[in-house]
């Protein structure tokens, strides 16, 4: 008699819990609480399995471009001038 009662307590546990779940009241473990994506950041390099990528600081430096219609652009020939 006591099994009896025993399997029918343990199904109507099983019961109320699947209702919970199903209505939210009780989350599964095995779900994300954020529901929000955590994969790791990569810096905007290329799509997936793409980790690594240069820096600023890894890029050869380079000259600015000249260009003779730019309001602060000195011609060479005006700064030895000016030098001497």
Not at 15 to 29: N, P, Q
Request: avoid cysteine.
């Amino acid at each position: 008699m006591a099994t009896v009662r025993a399997k029918l307590q343990k199904r109507a546990e099983d019961h109320f819990r699947a209702r919970d779940v199903k209505k939210g009241i009780e989350r599964l473990d095995r779900r994300s609480a954020s529901g929000i994506n955590g994969s790791p950041k990569k810096g905007g390099h290329g799509g997936k399995f793409t980790w690594g990528g240069f820096r600023s600081s890894d890029l050869p430096y380079s000259q600015p471009a000249l260009d003779e219609k730019d309001p602060n652009y000195m011609d060479r020939d005006d700064e030895e001038e000016e030098a001497q």
